[in-house]
């Protein structure tokens, strides 16, 4: 197993992680609605590496964290992270 530093990349919008091939740890989304997470491989139309759901439990502006298993989701080009309705999302990468 090989082992790299974890590194944080917040997103307010839509938009590239800007980091090239990485994987994906684990996601934390705040948000007070409900809200759709899409990671594609590379760009707005690339293939959908994952998708997550989150409702909060009340609209407080809540947050919850998807943790990913193993090595973590591999994007062999710069991840495109699609946020429907979020607040913020803080990519885990490594």
Known sequence: MMQTDVK???L?????????RTRIKALQVQSA??????VRDGSSTGLI????????IT???A??????????????NDPQINISTAVAVSVFYG
Do not use: H
């Open 33 to 38: 609605n409900d809200v759709t997470i899409t």
């Open 8 to 10: 944080n990349k917040r």
């Open 59 to 61: 609209n407080t502006g």
């Open 12 to 20: 307010t919008a839509t938009g590239q992680l800007g980091v090239g």
């Open 63 to 76: 947050s919850c964290y998807f943790l990913f298993p193993g090595e973590g989701v591999l994007s062999q």
């Open 49 to 56: 590496l994952m998708q997550v759901d989150y409702t909060p």
